[in-house]
């Protein structure tokens, strides 16, 4: 076997998500191999290190920083402990890969971004994978090539089987649109001036507390309205699809796809149901690329922690228009040239 | 050949659609023949009759019942023209089929309304033809048998590749989303509560006096909530879908079919251009549909005057919210016994 | 009720096709009634002329045309009792609309097509509904305009969920295939050279005398080949599906379309079950033309007797070839002028 | 950087497909790395270690063997070159992905067996990839599951816009069909017993010495049938379908998906051009596979030597069924224990 120089990865967090990426990284990813896992629930840190044999264990991300095991982090803790992991990996000078969010609000948010402007330029990539997705990204350069004309309409359906139990009302904001908050303005090249709700007949299988599906529309700086329909109880699959409306066409991303199957008087296609499957590759390609921008030296190869701060406007703004009747203004925040 | 009893329709307007109803009555209709067309501009009549021979022409409606020459009507001319053709066919006890729409506004459509109540029972079945189409009413036996639990939102789409320069911008709620504002209750079993009108970039291929694309939002009374997106500059073809959020699933109509080709790299299937192929078969089935209502003596298959008066409401509030912000209601009005 | 000319039409069998088209005929196909029903048993012509009380019944095609109540005559009985329906309807001088096969074999088909020839122009048009199907004239179109090159191979699919138990071994050739005997060459411009069979595995939920699925090759004089699925056990739905190869393209027909659903993990399209419905608009426009043909003198506008002998010719090659291994040569036929 | 342990591979052969490979290696595995390109031609050998700067360059894989840089090898020459490639690397007990053909004929396949068989247990995994695509997997799980019963019958569909001047007509079944060959037994679970060709209208645009498309059918040992459209003129687009008839359903893959757009009156999808967008991600599976089986010393984890034979054999067959009418026998081989 050769010494090749693979980029050692740090994963904080080792839930769901975090043993994802350990399991992404040792056998999937090129050039990367996980050296540490911080994750201070050891029963957990140790199911995940059986997927990394190579990887020591830490409590506290200070500790794997001290150890010098580290070239970069991935932090995929629930968002409520993603500042104090962020802070001292930045100290550090490392490259991080954050998953969304960055933080819980756009206060800490703006935090982060002032603690990363000192070093020079940008090392946090943030998670909103879709951005990797194929058919987004075929999409984007449909946007870009004005083959169709100008953008005018962006139409999205977000749709999941049903949520756990710690679910709350704001988090059909903060934790699905959240990432048509970022992907919508990503596509349509332009940022969010306002958002709005509409309630639907609220679905009664639903669990009582959430008043859902709702309607959500979105108007951009440019003239774009985007409408998403956020639906976490629609039961019969997981199903996230975009609808562009051009001067001169339509394009539709997020249709059914493989075996094609006949039984029963009826011709099938199986769905999604769940987004691991759904946006399987999208992830694969988001980390590959982290960890070869790391490599070369690019640091970062996609979303921002500017794009993390402009979602929690959103957000902010978005949680609010769940109760609010009418559009609820988000604030304007002028791309840094630190960020362009 | 056979003397048999066919319905003696006397067709009101030659133009288009005149000429097409005249058509289809005298090829494609069982039981049914052109006795009279009404016109007054002598060459479109003359025009029109060489497809129905057997056909006398009138310069007005009061001579052709006169003549003696009609078991019923069909009402083809500009909505503006539809009250004094109606009015003295009510009073000869006439049972008519009216294009839509009824009448131009709420008021004359509610004056048809009170001259048809004094004949009885319902005489005027309107042309609203979605409701003939097999998918839509494919959507609502899905919608009625409760297989896929309740109906929680309707999305609506109509792009036209482009219309004709007598088009204005009221025409999008009027001559366009008319359509949405019958089919839509219709397939939810709840009549409209209020509407209102977002405005997308404009695309600037469209004529300037269109402010167009506009996303509609029509709340139904049982919570339904319906978005139509109305496009009448899409150019690249014409559309008609329909896509249903049910509590347990989802459900779509107005998808491309047909011949399937692969060439020059791309696998395509034609897309409509116009509605009378879209619809082709709709109106087929309606004017059947309706010349069997009659001859058995039910006179009515299909939407009412009533439905007609509801839609000349819903389209006063829809024409106000194109320059008002946030939703303008709908005056609600119980459905007489007369219509039940 | 207005005194139109309908063409007076004597249905001759009142079996589920007979009734089926007597129901077609007075309800939907326009310029027709139905003025004779022809059946030997009574309870049956009674059932039947319960949607058609202006027919008369008889119990011999002779009484019907003796009692003078006939334009023309639309035979529906079985196979082996066309000829002695046909040979007194042409002596009569009637046009005829003949349920395919024409007759059971070569040799009576032969001799019909001599009796039709001493009327000095072709007054049997042949049931052949394949040709009237939207799909199949949209494939012949497209080779036709040579829009793709030239026609190299046709790839059928017919797949029945099950069959009667009257359904023998050679009705796989004589009752199924025939659809392709006749529609392939008519799609390609070009007769059947040979025709092979080939064996795969039996579906062990076929009855025991049925060696089935069959693959069918068919080489056509042009060079064109064809070969056909043929699968009455399919058990899922019923199919017929065609993909043609040309030059620089391809395209295919008869695939699913129809309001489209989301259920239980799966996107699903609906998928026929019988002829009856994936061939519903077939029937009706194949009737009407046929109509039209009549009551404007042209008497035939479809497939001809002689279409009924060339695949009567090849179904007796094909009943061959499910025994023999290789090509069966199909005798060739040069068209008489009398059917150009 | 960490030092990890990534496996040393050489690639022998650096063309098109072997720089596919080199590039693949360095930049998507996990867990290798090129160690040697072995490659007579300096300037190609030049290019392509450009994408794997850590990589000796070899003129002869003895060399590269010699200077102990190798932990497995990657064959990607011309397969008239494989056998003095295989026999060096199998005495040196290297494990071996090599691409298809195993060699040119059966007897040269047959000798690498008898050398492989030396060392105990298979080394070879050949490269047919098609066992590695996503949905050809998924078909087989669903034959394997018998969820809609026995399979009857496979169909397969494979077209190319066009070939380069060095393709030959027998190269329609050693370069083309061959994955066939191997793939439809492998689904089917059954050798093959007999291949025979029949020739549609020739392509006329297609180079003269090519008679082209052809059709294949391939009898399998369990009486499962497979015919399959051979067709390398086809210019559309690249297209690999298959589909496969059960006893009670149907299944069908290679349908085309992604980007859905509307444009010019048309609905379409992007058609693959080439194989290696189509099969991309079978191609990195299938290394990936076989990395991993190396460093986990299970050494292969797809098709083997003994399939590669088998394919060689019924090559030899398909050749000869290119110029004779009818089957033509492939001779059995019972797998020795060896490669159970």
Redesign the interface.
């Known amino acids: ?8 990865v740090g994963v904080v967090g080792a839930g769901i998500m975090g043993a994802d990426h350990i399991d992404r990284l ?8 996980v ?1 540490a896992i911080v994750e201070p629930d050891a029963a957990r840190a140790a199911a995940a290190a059986q997927t990394a044999p ?1 990887a020591a264990v830490f409590g506290r991300i200070e500790d794997a920083i001290a150890a010098g095991v580290l ?1 970069a982090v991935l932090v995929a803790t629930p968002g409520r402990f993603h500042e104090p992991v962020l802070a001292p990996a930045l100290e550090a000078g490392l490259p991080i890969l954050c998953e969304k969010p960055l933080t819980p609000d756009s206060a800490s948010s703006l935090r982060v971004v002032e603690l990363e402007r000192k070093l020079g330029r940008p090392h946090i990539q943030l998670g909103f994978m879709r951005r990797f997705d ?2 987004y990204r ?2 984007r350069e ?1 946007v870009v090539s004005k083959e ?6 962006l ?1 999205g359906v977000h ?1 999941n089987p049903s949520v756990p139990d710690t679910y709350t009302e704001s988090m059909l904001i903060t934790d699905s649109v959240v990432h048509e908050l970022d992907v919508m303005p990503w596509l349509a090249g332009s940022p969010i001036r306002s958002i709005e709700v ?8 639903s669990p009582e507390r959430l008043r859902e ?1 709702i ?1 959500v ?1 979105i108007e951009l700086e ?4 985007v ?1 998403v ?1 956020m ?1 976490v ?5 997981y ?1 996230v699809t975009a609808e562009a ?1 051009f ?7 997020g ?17 999604h ?1 769940t987004y691991t499957t759904r946006f399987a590759r999208a992830y694969d390609t988001q980390v ?1 690329a982290w960890v ?1 921008a790391v490599r070369d030296g690019s640091l970062v190869a996609g979303p921002t922690a500017w794009d993390g701060y402009l979602a929690a406007l959103a957000c902010e703004a978005g949680v609010r228009a769940l109760t609010e ?2 559009p609820v203004a988000v604030p304007s925040a002028a791309r840094p040239d630190f960020y362009a």
Chains 1, 2, 3, 4 share one sequence.
């Open positions: 076997m050769s010494t090749a120089t693979d980029l050692r040792s056998r999937t990813i090129s050039g990367a191999a050296s190579g070239d194929d058919e075929a999409l449909l169709a004309g100008d953008l005018l309409m139409r749709r509409k309630h639907p007949r609220r679905n009664a299988l599906p309607l529309l440019n003239g774009v309205l409408d329909e639906n109880g629609a039961q019969f699959g199903q409306v001067q001169t066409g339509i394009a539709r991303i249709q059914p796809a493989g075996l094609q199957r006949w039984a029963d008087g009826a011709f099938r296609i199986a769905e149901v590959q070869d009747s009418g």
